[in-house]
């Protein structure tokens, strides 16, 4: 039982390297295209968890486990490049918010392809979390033009990402948060390269935030992967609302993005979402 807390615990400051991660592409996106920063990524995480794998003692890579990894590098790829373009034409914190809609399509998924029973109490957890971001989205910019595209870039990315939890939960226990990292930034590498064809090279000052990019994204990585393998999709997919809080502070520490009074006010909402999933997820125990 202990383990679960620790899982949700695991989800959060993973979320949140996560969402360093993204403020890193969008400092240097000013200098670098979406393309080869996109690359650049996973081709530092790429080395990064070379490095890690052989630390822990090269874990087997099996024939068996490489049709999943292939479909989840491949959503991994679509949904780098739509969201990573989208953090061009948008604050950080409302681009994220914006891709909430990724923790709603978790439960429906994973009952319908991991034969996860549907529990209301998650569902609700998830709807209260919405709840929370659409009070955070009260008072922001009309879309349009460039804004507009934006939003169905990160609409697109959130709707595969949510494909691409499932499919990490689906091999997470049997696999292991190692070769999760190594083949969630390996399979993408391949599958970006050849968008990079062409592309200018990259500044030698860009060259450490791309190294950044690779060791937040792996460590974000390995934290969530962790968790998914102790706890159901449908439990952790309420976690991905803490996203939010974490947008909004790295947002107005390093690109001075005002941070609205409803954004607060939904994250204290999505706060609350998250302690009820939680302490939801040890009712379900007791009853067990």
């Given amino acids: 039982m202990s383990g679960r807390p620790i899982a949700f615990a695991q989800s959060a400051v993973g ?15 000013g200098d670098n295209p979406v393309t080869s920063i996109t690359l650049a990524r996973y081709v530092a995480g790429t080395l990064l968890a070379l490095v890690v794998w052989q630390a822990q003692g090269r874990p087997r890579l099996t024939r068996e486990m490489m049709p999943a990894h292939l479909l989840r590098g491949g959503m991994i790829a679509a949904m780098a490049l739509s969201f990573y373009w989208s953090l061009t034409k948008l604050p950080l914190a409302e681009a994220i918010t914006l891709s909430f809609i990724a923790p709603l399509l978790v439960p429906p998924l994973a ?13 609700a957890a998830a709807l209260l979390g919405f709840v929370g971001v659409v009070v955070t989205v009260q008072g922001a910019p009309d879309f349009s033009g460039d804004r507009l595209l934006a939003l169905g870039a990160v609409l697109f990315s959130a709707v595969v990402y949510a494909g691409s939890l499932i499919v990490m939960r689906a091999r997470a226990k049997a696999d292991g948060s190692t070769i999760i990292t190594l083949l969630g930034a390996a399979v993408p590498m391949l599958f970006l390269a050849p968008f990079a064809i062409g592309a200018p090279p990259p500044s030698a000052g860009a060259l450490g935030w791309f190294m950044m990019l690779g060791l937040l994204g792996n460590i974000g990585m ?8 102790r706890v159901e999709a ?5 976690m991905e609302f803490t996203a939010l809080p974490w947008a909004a502070l790295l947002g107005w520490l390093f690109f001075a993005e005002p941070v609205r009074p409803q954004v607060w006010a939904g994250a204290a909402i999505i706060a609350g979402a998250c302690i009820w999933a939680s302490r939801a997820d040890r009712e379900v125990l007791a009853e067990a």
Avoid: I, T
């Avoid at 319908?112 to 209301?120: D, I, K, N, S, V």
């Avoid at 449908?234 to 309420?238: G, S, T």
């Fill in 111 to 123: 009952s319908l392809f991991l034969g996860e029973r549907m529990q209301p109490r998650y569902v």
């Fill in 15 to 29: 979320l949140g390297a996560l969402c360093g991660m993204d403020a890193v592409v969008k400092h240097v996106a």
């Fill in 222 to 229: 390995q934290l969530v992967s962790r968790a998914y393998a």
């Fill in 234 to 238: 449908q439990a952790l997919a309420v």
